[in-house]
């Protein structure tokens, strides 16, 4: 591909590292509309090649994640600090060429250096982790409290590693062995695998009988939103963070949520996380590493896509060079 060209506030990053996210996999599959043709990939950390004329802060041969969400800092909703909906919206691998190329054009406000301190393989989490980061924000979690993680991918691995060192007991859900292996591997309490067990009988056994404080839902499965209602305890939260489909709809009895407080909480994006996100991984306190399954290069990333959607690892980067 020809090189991206630059505006002058622009800065054209050479990609290390891209993950390999859920929403590029539905994008290759025609299940997420975008205007084709299109590169995707949102997830990336870099050094940077050139930068525009009207950049200052930003130099060649800088390290550097990307936050790809782009707003326009403008809009009613960007005014009220609520940039993740912003009416201009743009991201990234998603409205825009993305990072599954060894070059790509991004705005520099969206660019962040990174310590010297870990590798750059390490920094193409940062945009999951400024996710969790504002989930997290949303379920204002406390010390002593318990919480249920379903869905140990990459987002609900991530989640129960944050919660523990915000001093949560943490059970975490899932149908692999491998994932809930690696999940008690980190740190996770307990683990259930819901095909094999009772969820509810090993959250009331956990809980003497109360259900959890927290539940935060990573898989996107509905079930598992409806369920969450039953194993919450009086006063809790749900956070709705796995992506579900559209069109589909949760079947509640809104007595429940009435009667023992229960909060339904969504979590969009990373609204101004980013920069927690990078101190976060910095530290070295959250294990990512051991979440690489594979590293594959530009010719391999439909067989990365094909071992995500069965549910072979955890997480693949793309290294395009």
Known sequence: MPEPPI????????????GVCGT????FEGEFPVRLPLVPGHEFSGVVDKVG??????KVGDRVAVDPNINC?????CKKGMTNFCEKWEAIGVTRQGAYAELVAVPASNVYRVPESAPLETFAFVEPVSCVLHGLDRAKPKRGETALVTGLGTIGLIFGQLLKMKGVKVMGSD???HRLGL???MGFDQTVNPAEESTADAIRSWTAGRGVDLVVEASGSIKAIEEAIKLIDKGGRIIVFGVAPETATLTVRPFALYRDEISLIGSFTNPNMFAAAIKTVSSGRLSVKELISKTVDLGHVETAFEEVSLRKGIKYLVRPK
């Open 7 to 18: 505006s002058p506030n622009d800065v054209l990053v050479r990609v290390a590292y891209c």
């Open 73 to 77: 800092r403008t809009c009613y909703y």
């Open 175 to 177: 149908l692999v062995g």
């Open 24 to 27: 590029d996999l539905h994008i």
């Open 53 to 58: 004329q009207r950049v200052k802060r930003i």
């Open 183 to 185: 999940a008690r591997s």
